[in-house]
C-alpha cells in the first residue's frame, strides 16, 4: 500500500509511523526545510506534548466536536502515546495540571524522537516539497509536488489550519479538501487574546486568582477562574484562552468581558474588608486606600470608574459610595472588540467539516482513500496539551486505517 502523507507536523509525523508500521509504504511531504516547525513554538518551547489524564476529562477539554473524537482517543490516549515515547527513549515528565513535558524541556528532543521512529520504519522524508494538489484517478490518487504528478494509493492531509503560517500552517489543506468536493467551517481563531473596545493604561498586568465572565445581552455565556494578563489592546492569559474558544462560535463584538477581581469574597465580605481597609486609612485621599486590595493600577482604574472625586477624603465617603467601589472591583467591565488574529492563535477552530469524515478511520466519506489528520479538522481543544493529543491520535488512527487492505 503506497501512502501519502502531505504535512510534517505532529499529526502527520504520527500518521507516518502508524501506517508504516501496519505496513504501509509511506512518503511523507513538507513545505518547510525541517519536519515539526509549529512543535518547536508550542508550550513556549517545552512542547507541552499531552495531558496526563483520562479518555473522559480529554473529551471534556475538547472545544469542538468533541464526540468526533472519541473512537481515535479510543486508540491512542495519552498513556499509550507516553509510553511509545518513552519507549522511542524520550524521557517525560508531568506538571501541574497534568501538563506532559519532555524531561529536557526542549521541543526539539519530541521532534527527534518522532524523526527517529519515522527513520526506523523506513519512511521517506522529503522536505521542501510543496504540493499543488490531489486529484482523483481510477486506481488511487495523484498527488502533484513541486510539479511532479505522484500515484498513492491512500493520501492523508495533516496540513495543520491557518494559525502562525511561517510554519507552514497556510490553509494548503483546506483548498485540497474543497477542490476535493468538502465543505470547510470557516476558520476562526482560538486560545487567542481579546481584543477591548476601551483603551486602558493595564498593559503587563498579571493577575492571578481571578473570575473571568463573557456576557451577551446581560446573560453570562462563559466563565473562567485563574490567571490572565492585560495585552496593549486587550486580554490574554489562561483563563482567557479558555474563553475565546468558548465563545468564538458566534459573533463576540459588542460583548461584555467581565472581571471580579475578588472572587472568593461575597458582595458583604468585600464590605467588609472595604470598611476596615477605609477605616485604617480614614484620613487620607480616596485615591491612596486600596493599595493593601489591589495592584497600583488597578486602584486607579477602580478608583477612575467609581466616579468617587479622587481627592475626596476617606471619611467623607459614604456607605452608597463604598458599596459602588465593591461592585466595580466585582464586576470590572470591558467591551470586547473582536477575538484576536487568527494569525497569532494558538490554535484555528473550524476546518474540514467531521460530518464528511469518518471518526473510526478518519477516511473522507467523500473520496475514498482520503484522510484528514490533526488541525486540518475542525476539532480543536483548550490549553494543557489536549491539542498536541488530538493530532497525535488522529493522526495514529489515519495512518493505521490507510496502511489496510480494502
Excluded at 465543505?183 to 473571568?212: F, M, T
Amino acid at each position: 500500500m503506497k501512502v501519502a502523507i502531505i504535512g510534517g507536523g505532529p499529526a502527520g509525523m504520527m500518521a507516518g509511523i502508524s501506517a508504516s508500521a501496519n505496513g504501509a509504504d509511506v512518503v511523507l511531504f513538507e513545505k518547510n526545510n525541517k519536519l515539526g516547525k509549529k512543535i518547536y513554538i508550542t508550550g513556549k518551547g517545552r512542547c507541552n506534548v499531552t495531558n496526563a489524564c483520562d479518555k473522559r476529562e480529554f473529551l471534556n477539554n475538547v472545544a469542538t466536536n468533541a464526540k468526533f473524537l472519541f473512537g481515535a482517543i479510543g486508540r491512542l490516549d495519552s498513556d499509550a502515546l507516553c509510553n511509545m515515547l518513552t519507549d522511542n527513549g524520550l524521557a517525560l515528565k508531568v506538571e501541574r495540571g497534568n501538563r506532559v513535558f519532555p524531561q529536557s524541556d526542549k521541543a526539539s528532543d519530541v521532534t527527534a524522537t518522532l524523526e527517529k521512529m519515522l527513520r526506523r520504519n523506513g519512511v521517506v522524508v522529503r522536505l521542501n516539497s510543496k504540493v499543488q494538489y490531489i486529484s482523483k484517478s481510477e486506481e488511487g490518487l495523484i498527488v502533484s509536488v513541486n510539479g511532479e504528478e505522484l500515484f498513492f494509493d491512500r493520501v492523508i492531509v495533516a496540513t495543520g489550519g491557518v494559525s502562525y503560517s511561517p510554519t507552514g500552517s497556510d490553509g494548503d489543506g483546506y483548498k485540497f479538501a474543497q477542490q476535493l468536493g468538502h465543505n470547510i467551517v470557516e476558520p476562526r481563531p482560538a486560545l487567542c487574546e481579546l481584543l477591548l473596545k476601551e483603551n486602558h493604561d493595564l498593559e503587563g498586568l498579571s493577575l492571578k486568582n481571578v473570575e473571568v465572565s463573557v456576557l451577551r445581552d446581560g446573560k453570562c455565556v462563559a466563565t473562567q477562574f485563574g490567571e490572565m494578563l492585560f495585552t496593549s489592546h486587550g486580554v490574554s492569559g489562561p483563563c482567557v484562552l479558555t474563553l475565546s474558544s468558548l465563545i468564538n462560535k458566534k459573533p463576540v463584538k459588542g460583548a461584555v468581558l467581565s472581571i471580579d477581581l475578588k472572587p472568593a469574597l461575597t458582595d458583604e465580605q468585600l464590605d467588609q474588608r472595604l470598611q476596615r481597609d477605609f477605616a485604617k486609612y480614614i484620613n487620607k485621599d480616596f485615591r491612596n486606600c486600596l493599595f493593601d486590595l489591589l495592584p497600583e493600577r488597578l486602584c486607579n482604574e477602580v478608583v477612575l470608574r467609581s466616579k468617587i472625586n479622587p481627592f475626596t477624603k476617606v471619611n467623607k465617603i459614604t456607605a452608597e459610595q463604598r458599596r459602588q467601589v465593591g461592585h466595580c472591583i466585582k464586576n470590572l467591565t470591558f467591551t470586547i472588540n473582536s477575538l484576536g488574529d487568527i494569525e497569532r492563535a494558538i490554535v484555528t477552530c473550524g476546518g474540514v467539516d467531521v460530518k464528511q469524515v469518518n471518526p473510526s478511520t478518519m477516511q473522507s466519506k467523500v473520496v475514498k482513500g482520503l484522510y484528514f489528520a490533526g488541525e486540518v479538522l475542525d476539532v480543536d481543544a483548550f490549553t494543557g496539551g489536549f491539542n498536541m493529543q488530538i493530532a497525535f491520535c488522529t493522526g495514529y488512527t489515519a495512518g493505521m486505517d490507510a496502511a489496510k487492505e480494502y
